[in-house]
């Protein structure tokens, strides 16, 4: 027997269309879709404006893929980090950060990564799948529930900063953006989130095209691409010329800031000379630097860089009149910190 279709999948004009035909009017189909997006509703019997022969109607003919709660880990600072099970059993991770000012949730898109930088620890996992667009969504949903359990307020920010990489999985990413920041599921501004990418240069261009409202962030790391090379292999197949092309275009035709997210490692890519040439490649857009502090991670040989180092790089930015964030790291202790992602729990 086949496994029933995640109703998720279908479009609202796919869901009226299974309403006529099974002689039931249009507005059945709203119903089921508020339930599914605005409530987050995990079975069809939830579904108490429907009938009890309708609720078996729908369970019989789809399923609800749902994600639920694994594990929860709290640091010592406050980050909690969730270990998620989607149907398959696999897991992925999300992250929600607080700070003074705002409650960030870190939500993946990927089941583990392709890219393999080398920093990085989800990179040392294989790609098992792409996430789904409700999958995605669930994840927010969850951990603005978290959010408002444990903090007392819901999510301000939502970052695309886990595992995975998003715009290699560009259909699902502007599918769970579009329930995020419609009514029609939590109707958050797209200004408060932010998709990260390690630098896919045609998607960079495409998101573009498609005129997208919310931030984008570059993992860029380096300015020089013989370095950028052995830390992120994708540099290899795009270099960092034609990525500054796709930022240039991205900005020209959204006028959004960039924001370039820049890990600093102890003599790699922290001496002057590397801030020159991260000054040359930021001329590109306006844009804003986000220096972030290493995460040691197991059988890596990264080291982060001084703080003597980090006040001269950080002096040397601000002095050719770029806005520069050191972003301390919150979550180490319990692995939830930046590129520290990795399902251990399989």
Request: hydrophobic share 40%; with cysteine.
């Amino acid at each position: 027997m086949s496994e029933n279709k995640d109703i998720r999948e279908l479009s609202l004009e796919q869901v009226q269309e299974f309403c006529l035909e099974h002689k039931m009017p249009k507005f059945r189909a709203k119903q089921v879709w508020e339930w599914l997006w605005k409530k987050r509703a995990v079975s069809f019997e939830e579904m108490t404006s429907l009938s009890k022969d309708l609720r078996e109607l729908f369970s019989n003919n789809f399923a609800i893929k749902a994600v639920k709660i694994y594990k929860a880990e709290r640091s010592i600072d406050g980050t909690i980090k969730y270990s998620l099970q989607l149907h398959d059993k696999l897991l992925v991770e999300g992250v929600i950060i607080p700070s003074k000012n705002r409650l960030t949730a870190c939500v993946s898109s990927q089941v583990g990564c392709s890219l393999a930088c080398e920093f990085c620890a989800t990179g040392t996992m294989k790609l098992d799948r792409n996430l789904s667009a409700s999958e995605i969504y669930d994840q927010v949903f969850i951990l603005n529930e978290e959010a408002i359990s444990n903090f007392g307020k819901p999510l301000s920010n939502i970052v695309y900063m886990g595992m995975g990489e998003p715009l290699l999985n560009y259909k699902a990413l502007l599918g769970s953006i579009k329930f995020i920041t419609t009514e029609q599921g939590l109707g958050m501004s797209p200004k408060r989130i932010t998709v990260s990418t390690a630098g896919i240069a045609k998607m960079i261009m495409k998101l573009a095209d498609d005129d997208v409202r919310f931030n984008l962030a570059i993992s860029l790391h380096t300015a020089s691409n013989s370095k950028r090379d052995i830390l992120m292999p994708l540099n290899q197949k795009i270099k960092l010329e034609e990525l500054r092309q796709s930022v240039q275009y991205f900005y020209d035709k959204t006028g959004s800031r960039i924001t370039y997210e820049y890990i600093l490692f102890k003599d790699l890519n922290d001496s002057l000379e590397d801030a020159q040439k991260l000054v040359q490649f930021a001329k590109a857009s306006t844009c804003k630097i986000n220096l972030i502090e290493y995460n040691t991670v197991d059988n890596l040989p990264y080291e982060k860089s001084s703080n003597k180092v980090t006040e001269n790089f950080i002096k040397f930015l601000e002095e050719k009149k770029l806005i520069v964030n050191l972003r301390r790291s919150k979550g180490k202790d319990i692995a939830a910190a930046c590129g520290q992602l990795v399902n251990k729990l399989k």
